[in-house]
């Protein structure tokens, strides 16, 4: 199916991020558009973002997690993490995990 999902791994514990808020923002004319946002599941995941109309553009993740980590009562060095990526092909899902730990993330176009 078609569309946009994501997950979060906390590295550092090796554990889902659950109840991290995300927003997904399409850029139009230079400029972004909130689409949805939700907050990650018990197991991290952001299953499918409710998109009315999925176009080739650009798309943002906005990660909030400096609530996140404040509830782990750690001190972590990004409030949030904004992933910018390509849609080229309609047809496909992307699927965009985060990889974070306190002082440091990573990402990837996963399956």
Same mark, same amino acid.
């Given at each position: 199916?078609?569309?946009? =999902?994501?997950?979060?791994?906390?590295? =550092?514990?090796?554990?889902?991020?659950?109840?991290?808020?995300?927003?997904? +923002? $399409?850029?139009?004319?230079? $400029? !972004?558009?909130?689409?949805?946002?939700?907050?990650?599941?018990?197991?991290? +995941?952001?299953?499918?973002?409710?998109?009315? =109309? &999925? @176009?080739?553009?650009?798309?943002?993740?906005?990660?909030?997690?400096?609530? !996140? &980590?404040?509830?782990?009562?750690?001190?972590? &060095?990004? %409030?949030?993490?904004? @992933?910018?990526?390509?849609?080229?092909?309609? $047809?496909?899902?992307?699927?965009?995990?985060?990889? @974070?730990? %306190? &002082? =440091?993330?990573?990402? !990837?176009?996963?399956?």
């Amino acid at each position: 199916m078609a569309g946009i =999902s994501t997950h979060i791994l906390n590295a =550092s514990l090796g554990q889902p991020a659950c109840q991290v808020l995300v927003k997904l +923002r $399409q850029e139009i004319n230079h $400029q !972004y558009i909130l689409l949805d946002q939700q907050f990650t599941d018990a197991d991290g +995941r952001i299953p499918v973002f409710k998109i009315e =109309s &999925f @176009i080739q553009a650009n798309y943002q993740l906005i990660f909030e997690v400096a609530d !996140y &980590f404040q509830t782990l009562h750690v001190d972590s &060095f990004y %409030p949030r993490v904004c @992933i910018d990526f390509k849609v080229a092909d309609i $047809q496909q899902h992307y699927h965009v995990p985060l990889l @974070i730990s %306190p &002082f =440091s993330y990573s990402t !990837y176009r996963g399956s």
